[in-house]
């Protein structure tokens, strides 16, 4: 790798960050317009965050340490979680074998903090959405993983770089694995939404805290606590975009990026593109009763099984 | 202390060390020795026994001031224990290893039954007393099948005669070896034992069982495999098979349980799991002749063992601080314990990270590697390939272990108190929480400088892979190097968004209020989520086979969990068995002129036998 790949992967990375709260913004956009609403503007997060961070915070006296901790270990790990993929295209800023475990657990250990820090506040609205974010992402982590197996074994490399970048082993893969990698975009879709807390899954919109799934856990949450935690969220929604934008720009063009300059244009319409799909999803669907969620994580887990049976074979 | 020495020389050198006593010891000569796999498990098993120990002194010193009689005696097993254990690991010979392996079984018992006051602590012990010996018999069978053409009874000459042994042997060897090991290590279906004998032990003596105890079944398993030289296709199979249905089996009945040591004890059926599908992934890859894949499946297999001993032990350790402080196992009756109990609350919260395989924790680089056998095993051309769908259930097993910590760290230590006793707690003596906290740092040491944890186990790795096999691939030697700068900078990072929020915190006050209730004014602790209804929507998912049963009455509605196993298979049948065996009743009328004719007429088939049955 030359300084030259390294800075651009860096550079990715700050664009990633930087770029993340419109996803958000255009999600909400998009509802707004499929449903002739005036709306708010696309930078409505970028505002949002601003006001909670100059905002006093406010703690329930039941909770310790780890409720402060939390926001700061689930924006940290997402960020870490973040320098593994290559987000350019072609590498990351830090990868090795066997990464995007790495890239799961660290994700896992924000949900972890993030679920305990709800049980902290002892209220039982909290305690009812830690339990079913937990629930839900117990259930989409072995369709993550599958799809993580079918791209590495196109790849013939457990490592996010490889399984994402436009590596030599990958673009020959290309042609044969293509209605793999298809069905891998698509059940990597349906997992982001749950992964993200959206519809089908999860509604931010909602205003029942007995409905709610993520909302719910940060309801004591407030001021920079809250805007880490929202900021996060976006952040999330980012890597997916990401990733898809990855698994299927292999599909379509096996050669990839040639210039810096195309791959960062590519992930920030990604990105949009990633807001536009979830405004439209939340537009034309309902949130699934939650009896039926499960259905729906093992229906995007088997679409993904059946990419990795093609590619074994 | 001597065998710590010996076992550091040895992995510092890589020479291994043997001792031999001659003379009219029956059985042959005694044999001990260290080599890289006695080594890799005698500093794991001196280490956590260490820390038991300090806790177990100072826990049963509690006990002494309180009244109870006798603890001297449980001091005493204690230490016949941890000889025990070392001796297994340390023998040569056949006889050596089984005399151990009962001192081992033996002094586990007594420990268990420490309080044999209670009708629940001794039907624990007969059930533990009664899966040992299962154990204990089919190791006689195997060992005896196994030297049956071996001139001695030395591991070396098993290990010469096992080329020559007849394959209905060689089958008999690998079955009697799965179950006499499977006991001790606890797999499902043999794990019935283990939850109850670990809730019923005092809780340094639960923490030595899970985190050492257990895994010298899986000790025996690699031994084996090792004078084995390896073991075919279908027993690899097998053993991965089992590994991924003790797995998800394990951490699902983790999740039903209400007492909080029962829950730790179905985790280590869960990561006995774990490991089992390292060393299936391992053995494909000698019986398949893919080195790397043998090599990953292995290092991940040991190094898991290693890290499941620590944090295992630390939540054991945790738990037995809450039931010292509390009185009570149950967690429905506990919440709140973080501000009571902060340094338990800390070692606890860390053995809870590690368990469930998050970065950057010891749990995370074993299951790293584990996936990484199954990928490579994946990437192969034979039929070993169908290893790689090991991947998506490790990774619901560890999905689901996320949750089932979720729920024990926030329901136990989190919120507010449930019952007055849990009001009542405060921090457990420096004894008790010091060796918590040492085990606590060992995890993240060891997390955060996977190096280290794989340095300990790649010799012993190296030898089960069989002759002919690679060195760790470099892409994982870097790949731990990799994880600790990960570490690094998710704490450097962690500490920049800290110092930003106390600037942007500091420019308007703080307030405390209560806990936001929707609203609602007068919210009581009886309120909060508990351990069942935050388990619950994971359970009705799986059904039946969560082993939730449910009494409804017009009033109340409780839940508990039963062992699909020992309460739905294993008592029943026995019941059964007992009745059939009355009907043998007939014949013992404890009269002596009957019991004469039965001795009468077996002589007479006897003779019969050797005058017409024997043949020339």
């Known amino acids: 790798m030359t300084v030259s790949d390294s800075v651009a992967s860096y550079a990715a990375l700050l664009l990633l960050i930087v770029a993340a709260p419109i996803i958000p913004g255009v999600a909400s956009r998009t509802k707004s317009i499929l449903t002739g609403r005036r709306g708010a503007p696309v930078w409505q997060l970028y505002a949002d965050l601003w006001k909670l961070a100059r905002r006093g915070i406010v703690l329930s006296t039941t909770t310790t340490w780890i409720f402060q901790a939390a926001p700061i270990i689930v924006l940290a790990t997402t960020i870490v979680a973040a320098s593994l993929l290559p987000l350019d295209g072609r590498v990351s800023t830090v990868r090795f074998a066997g990464d995007a475990v790495a890239f799961a657990g660290l994700l896992g250990l924000g949900r972890f903090t993030l679920a305990l820090a709800s049980l902290d506040t002892g209220s039982s609205f909290e305690g009812m959405g830690a339990s079913r974010d937990v629930t839900f992402a117990s259930l989409a982590e072995p369709g993550l993983f599958i799809a993580f197996a079918t791209l590495g074994v196109i790849a013939h490399d457990l490592s996010l770089s490889a399984m994402l970048g436009n590596t030599a082993a990958r673009s020959a893969a290309i042609p044969a694995a293509g209605p793999s990698l298809v069905m891998v975009a698509l059940s990597l879709f349906a997992l982001a939404l749950a992964e993200c807390s959206r519809v089908p899954v999860d509604d931010p919109s909602t205003h029942l805290e007995l409905t709610m799934v993520h909302e719910v856990m940060v309801l004591d949450h407030s001021g920079p606590d809250l805007a880490m935690i929202l900021y996060a969220g976006a952040l999330k929604l980012a890597l997916f975009a990401a990733i898809l934008l990855n698994v299927l720009l292999a599909a379509a063009i096996p050669g990839g990026w040639r210039s810096s300059a195309g791959a960062f244009a590519a992930l920030a319409v990604s990105f949009v593109g990633m807001g536009v799909a979830v405004g439209v999803v939340e537009s034309t669907m309902a949130r699934l009763r939650q009896p039926k969620v499960p259905l729906y994580l093992a229906g995007g887990s088997a679409l993904a099984l059946f990419g990795l049976i093609l590619v074994l074979r | ?616």
């Open chain 2, 1 to 616: 202390m001597t065998s710590a020495v010996g076992a550091v020389r040895v992995l510092a050198s890589g020479i291994p060390a043997s001792l031999t006593v001659h003379g009219a010891m029956p059985g042959g000569d005694w044999v001990l020795g260290i080599d890289s796999l006695s080594a890799a498990f005698l500093v794991v098993i001196l280490g956590v026994g260490a820390a038991c120990a300090v806790f177990g002194t100072h826990d049963s010193a509690l006990e002494r001031s309180a009244g109870r009689q006798g603890t001297w005696f449980g001091q005493l097993s204690f230490a016949t224990l941890l000889v025990g254990i070392t001796l297994v690991v340390a023998a040569r010979t056949v006889v050596v290893f089984l005399g151990a392996w009962e001192v081992m079984a033996i002094s586990s018992y007594l420990l268990i039954v420490a309080h044999h006051e209670e009708a629940e602590v001794r039907r624990s012990g007969l059930i533990y007393l009664v899966a040992t010996h299962a154990a204990t018999l089919s190791l006689f069978a195997m060992f005896a099948t196994w030297a049956a053409n071996a001139p001695n009874w030395s591991f070396d000459a098993l290990a010469a005669a096992s080329p020559s042994l007849p394959p209905a042997s060689m089958v008999a060897v690998l079955l009697l070896a799965l179950v006499g090991f499977g006991f001790k290590a606890g797999f499902v279906p043999l794990h019935f034992w283990l939850p109850p004998a670990h809730a019923a032990a005092p809780s340094h003596v639960s923490a030595l069982m899970s985190g050492i105890v257990i895994k010298t079944g899986i000790y025996g398993l690699l031994r084996v495999l090792l004078l084995l030289g390896g073991a075919p296709a279908w027993w690899a199979w097998l053993v991965l098979g089992i590994g991924v249905s003790s797995g998800v089996l394990g951490v699902l009945w983790a999740l039903a349980q209400h007492d909080i040591k029962r829950l730790l004890a179905y985790h280590s059926v869960e990561n006995i799991g774990i490991i089992l599908m390292g060393i299936g992934a391992g053995s494909l890859g000698v019986a398949y002749h893919v080195p790397v894949v043998a090599m990953l499946g292995f290092a991940g297999a040991l190094l898991h063992t290693m890290n499941h001993a620590l944090f295992k032990s630390l939540l054991f350790l945790g738990a037995g601080a809450v039931y010292r402080a509390t009185g009570t196992r149950n967690m429905e009756a506990l919440g709140g314990l973080a501000r009571r109990m902060p340094l338990t609350w800390l070692g606890f919260l860390v053995g809870a990270a590690a368990i469930i395989g998050v970065p950057p924790f010891n749990g995370f680089v074993s299951e790293w590697l584990v996936y990484q056998g199954l990928f490579a095993a994946g990437q192969t051309r034979d039929m070993s390939r169908l290893a790689i769908l090991g991947i998506p259930a490790l990774a619901l097993i560890s999905g689901l272990a996320l949750a089932c910590f979720t729920k024990v760290a926030g329901i136990v230590f989190l919120g507010t108190a449930r019952a007055p006793r849990a009001l009542a707690a405060s921090e457990v003596t420096r004894g008790m929480y010091l060796p918590a906290l040492m085990l606590a740092a060992a995890c993240v040491f060891l997390g955060v400088i996977p190096a280290l944890g794989i340095g300990v186990v790649n010799a012993a790795a190296r030898e089960l892979a069989g002759a002919g096999s690679v060195a760790l691939p470099d892409a994982v030697r870097s790949g731990a190097w990799a994880i600790s700068l990960l570490a690094s900078s998710m704490l450097l990072l962690s500490m920049l968004l800290w110092v930003s929020r106390r600037a942007l915190s500091r420019r308007r006050a703080t307030r405390h209020e209560p806990t936001w209730a929707c609203a609602y004014d007068l919210p009581t602790p009886r309120m909060q989520y508990t351990s069942s209804s935050f388990a619950s929507p994971l359970l009705s998912i799986f059904g039946p086979l969560s082993g939730v049963r449910v009494e409804r009455s017009p009033t109340a509605m409780r839940t508990h969990a039963v062992d699909l196993v020992l309460d739905a298979v294993a008592l029943p049948l026995w019941r059964r068995v007992r009745r059939a065996a009355l009907r043998l009743r007939g014949i013992q009328q404890g009269r002596l002129h009957l019991y004469l004719l039965y001795v009468m007429a077996a002589l007479l088939v006897l003779l019969g036998y050797l005058a017409f049955g024997s043949g020339p």
